[in-house]
């Protein structure tokens, strides 16, 4: 098997995630100018949070889990790995359909779960009439997701990642078409959900057919393997619906409060990007790289790339979550405030923000630590750890409610973020060598820590000596980038005179036979 750079496959991963959150973070700035936080972006923005959240209960996070490890071993082994992927196709084709059809008669039932607080205003009325536009968007991107899974097990990692890119353009284009023809901006933005689906769909579909691997719809055959996918998917599923009730929620909460969904969306947007640059290139390159080192026995192998994976992460996290406290202000002032979105809107989004990027590494040691149990086909431990998290979270956000208000939700959502991670952490203490710190990481990860702190001391500084700058409307972007350029160089300077941190020690790493 040829070798495989561990960098290099993130990188790239990493690189189109990124083109993606800017392409995203376009798309939300021309939402919050054209929309602010009023009726219309809340019932909109609950109304795409539903097929989103049971994507990531059937596919990201549940199904993928389960059948990116199957697929990975079948591949290292020789064995029919297209013909399990086309039954798993046509399998969860089927039942999507079916709950895709359920899902959009139910919509006023749905959007009641998601925000009661809605009912009674217009906002209840557009919610539901954008998720039964919206609400198939599920089938579509359940299958990219399944798709993108065999690309990246055949170590294609671009054509998965141009995915999200697709999405956010075809949203900014049509926003665009929208104010220059005066269309409805709400109806326009449900509209672009099925349509960038398809469009998503599409583009995997060609990818995977230039591979020679064809997926054309069948009626689905209940395989012995089939059989043994929905046993290891099943606590899987079960875990990622664990995640969606957490943000359950957080959505019920928000809804008490005009505005406070969409204050909660802009600020996920934000810490999305360094969560998802780094989180979910990492998890993407791990999981079915781990699966196929243990296949080939290799357990030194796979000691070196969880450990360099989880070092890197740390290295790119922990200072994101620094800044994202520090500068959480003027990054959403700079970013957002413009338009329908207020002062007001500007502060609420902040403190938000500073709460989730307390929590920020937490999130990225999930994807790290993640793919130790799915290449395992453990599925059952981290069900039983998001569990305990669901409880903390609810507790947490419905008892907090009260005196805090909207900023409970995120509260919740950090430590229940910290809760999953020192479970999943814990529960690797029987997984012996493979899954435990080397000699390397134990060295650097609290320098790490050190240069992120001296990182944050920079920022404040030059938040201060900035503020003028970051305050007017003609400099504010100078501004922000001299803020992000004084944080990149203080940390590299902090982290490179105490040893934190060196890229070319991600060397390329080649599995042992």
Known sequence: MKPI?????????????????????????????????????????????????FRRFFAEGAFNMAFVPMFAKKLEGGEDANGFARDAFNGLAAILIVFSIIGTLAMPWLVWAMASGFAGDQRFDLAVLYGQIGFNYILFISLVALLSGVLNAYGHFTEAGFVPVLMNLIFIAMMFMAAKFGWDMGLTLAWAVPITGIAQLGFTWYSAAKLGLTFAPRWPKITPELKRLAIIAGPAILSGGVVQINMLVGRQVASYTEGAVSWLVYADRLYQLPLGVVAIAIGTVLLPDLSRRLRAGDEAGSRESFNRGTELALALTFPCAVALVVIALPLTAVLYQRGAFTADDTAATALVLAIYGAGLPSFVLHKVYQPLYYAREDSRSPFRFAVVSMILNAVIAVGLMPYIGFAAAALATTFAGWMMAAQLWLGTRTMGDAARFDTRFRSRAPRIVIASIVMGFALYAAQVALGDMLASHGWRYAGLGLLILAGVLSYYAAGSAIGAFRLSDFRTLRRRR
Do not use: K, Q
Not at 9 to 31: C, N, P
């Open 5 to 53: 750079s561990l960098l290099r496959s993130i990188l790239t991963v990493g690189g189109w995630t990124l083109l993606s959150r800017g392409a995203g973070f376009a798309r939300d700035m021309m939402m919050a100018a054209y929309l602010g936080a009023g009726p219309i972006a809340d019932a909109f923005n609950v109304a795409f949070s539903l097929p989103n959240m």
